[in-house]
């Protein structure tokens, strides 16, 4: 499996993948800081599965979101972001993206979330 990470921020990005290096070490990761640094890894490499924060320079989640759509992707598209307030969650499943994982990350959380998509059968 191989994942790409879209998160602008260094200590967040260092947290992300030490946890999915924790919950599956069987798994690549390419970490990019930004919407327009993903479309260009998505034009170029295979993805099974995209984590992307939605407050992020250049281009946001939700603008991403929308370009990966017009170009044809099928990938499952995980909003992880510090967004928390009612209604947040239904506006960011509205743009495209299938699942939420909240910042602070809670570990359990986050493998709840990703197992459908990262272990064999999945739950």
């Known amino acids: 499996m191989h994942i790409l990470i879209a998160e602008?921020?260094?200590?967040?990005?260092m947290v992300v993948q030490?946890?999915?290096?924790?919950?599956?070490?069987?798994?690549?990761?390419?970490?990019?800081?930004?919407?327009?640094?993903a479309l260009e890894k998505l034009q170029n490499n295979t993805f099974d599965l995209l984590l992307s924060d939605v407050d992020m320079p250049l281009m946001n989640g939700y603008e991403l979101v929308v370009e990966i759509k017009k170009m044809g992707l099928n990938i499952p598209m995980i909003c992880v972001t510090a967004f928390a307030i009612s209604g947040d969650k239904e506006k960011l499943l509205m743009h495209g993206f299938e699942r939420y994982i909240s910042k602070?990350?809670?570990?359990?959380e986050m493998r709840?979330?990703?197992?459908?998509?990262?272990t064999v059968g999945g739950n």
């Not at 602008?8 to 990005?13: I, L, S, T």
């Not at 709840?112 to 990262?118: G, I, N």
């Open 8 to 13: 602008d921020d260094e200590y967040n990005q």
């Open 18 to 37: 030490a946890m999915i290096e924790i919950l599956y070490p069987d798994v690549t990761m390419d970490i990019v800081s930004n919407g327009i640094e």
């Open 112 to 118: 709840l979330v990703l197992d459908p998509y990262l």
């Open 104 to 108: 602070p990350i809670d570990m359990d």
